[in-house]
């Protein structure tokens, strides 16, 4: 089998996530690193001692015979980036979500979608964590048909990032598009069904308060909860709070419908657990109708996988599936669709937060900048 040689773009915490899981792969290397930051460089660099270093990414593309390429640099230069790439190479990409930070990004971006003649896979880790992932399999057999969803997110604030870029919605789109598209994009997913309506309430209540960077003080939302009705007649809510440190699970999954109920629990990093005894295992809890006992099921996540990185295992396995289709076997599962949908869904909320108004989602939201905040 031939080994598939990766490039990667961006080699900060997420990059040398990308990286260390890339090594468990069979039949894949990290063959280039593109990394402006010297720290950062090093780090990776460690990581992969083999790989070529670059600190810019026409070099890179330029110099290197690789196979593929995953993007992890800050979410507000993706876009321009996958626009670069178009230019010069047609290989297959993971490129890490967001997939664009803002409506001025999206003529460009459809220009990449209608040029670009290789895979892209829009990176969704939450799909591939153990319980999220049998959730999804599960959850039409034991609901009979999921009718409402609520995802509740209670975790730590977003890390140091280098240079700080994830204190400003300039940067990152905003929370509800930089952390929840993930849950946006697993509303879609669980459904089957199309949003159609947005109610939102959030703001920056507690995190990065007394913070300046150059002066300005950041203004990413650390609080916030949506409601999102959908054109099949489900719904779904979404509670973020992001000054909750030491919860014991960090995401709290629930579907449920006329037979039953699933629920998928996800604990936070294992390295920042700090509660007594052990840390928590990802688990399953099935719940029937009709007053029968509910069935816990434990995930436990591989040593290795943990040590990989922040998210149980799952950028593991969302690797196991990009490889599949760098060798040509298999389309992204997490299409360019799809990952414009989840942004469109973030920015949807955060209109509707700003303005206290529901916002209208039209048909053809996911193709069309003005049909992301019409507000009713």
């Known amino acids: ?29 990290v063959a280039a690193l593109c990394e402006p930051n010297p720290d950062m460089r090093a780090q990776a660099s460690a990581l992969a001692p083999e790989a070529a270093v670059f600190t810019d990414m026409d070099a890179m593309l ?16 993706h876009v321009p980036q996958l626009a670069r790439i178009a230019s010069r190479c047609a290989v297959p990409i993971l490129v890490e979500k967001p997939l664009f930070t803002g409506p001025d990004q999206l003529e460009k971006l459809r220009a990449f979608r209608d040029s670009y003649a290789a895979p892209v896979w829009v990176a969704m880790e939450y799909r591939y964590m153990p319980p999220v992932a049998a959730l999804l ?16 997110e209670h975790r730590f604030p977003f890390l140091q990032k280098v240079g700080d870029w994830n204190r400003f919605n300039a940067n990152t789109g905003g929370t509800l598009v930089e952390k929840c598209c993930h849950f946006f994009d697993l509303m879609r997913l669980v459904l089957g069904q199309e949003p159609v309506r947005v109610m939102a309430s959030g703001g920056q209540v507690e995190n990065h308060l007394d913070e300046t960077y150059d ?66 295992v990802p688990k399953v809890i099935v719940s029937p109708r009709a007053y ?34 760098v060798r040509g076997n298999l ?17 949807a909320a955060q209109e509707s937060a700003r303005t206290g108004q529901a916002v209208q989602i039209t048909p053809d939201w996911q193709m069309d900048t003005s049909a992301v905040a019409q507000v009713s």
């Open 62 to 77: 330029d110099a290197s015979d690789l196979d593929a390429l995953v993007i992890v640099s800050p979410n507000h230069v």
């Open 215 to 280: 002066g300005a003080v950041p203004d990413i939302w650390d609080a916030a909860y949506v409601i999102v009705d959908f054109d099949g007649g489900a719904r779904a809510m979404l509670e973020l709070c992001m000054f909750a440190e030491g919860s014991r699970y960090q995401e709290e999954i629930s579907a449920v419908g006329p037979a039953g109920k699933i629920e998928a629990l996800v604990p936070g990093p294992t390295r920042f657990w700090t509660g007594a005894g052990a840390p928590p």
């Open 137 to 152: 399999r599960e959850a039409e057999a034991v609901t009979g048909g999921v009718r409402m969803l609520s995802i509740r």
């Open 1 to 29: 089998m031939n080994e598939m040689r990766y490039g990667i773009i961006g080699t900060g915490m997420m990059g040398q996530e990308h990286i260390r899981n890339i090594a468990l792969l069979n039949g894949a290397r």
């Open 292 to 325: 029968k006992s509910p069935i816990e099921t434990e995930m436990p996540v591989p040593a290795e996988l943990l040590a990989a990185g922040d998210h149980n295992g799952s950028t593991f396995h969302q690797h196991e599936g990009f490889l599949e289709v």
């Open 331 to 347: 389309a992204p599962e997490v299409t360019l669709s799809d990952g414009w949908a989840a942004v469109a869904l973030g920015l």
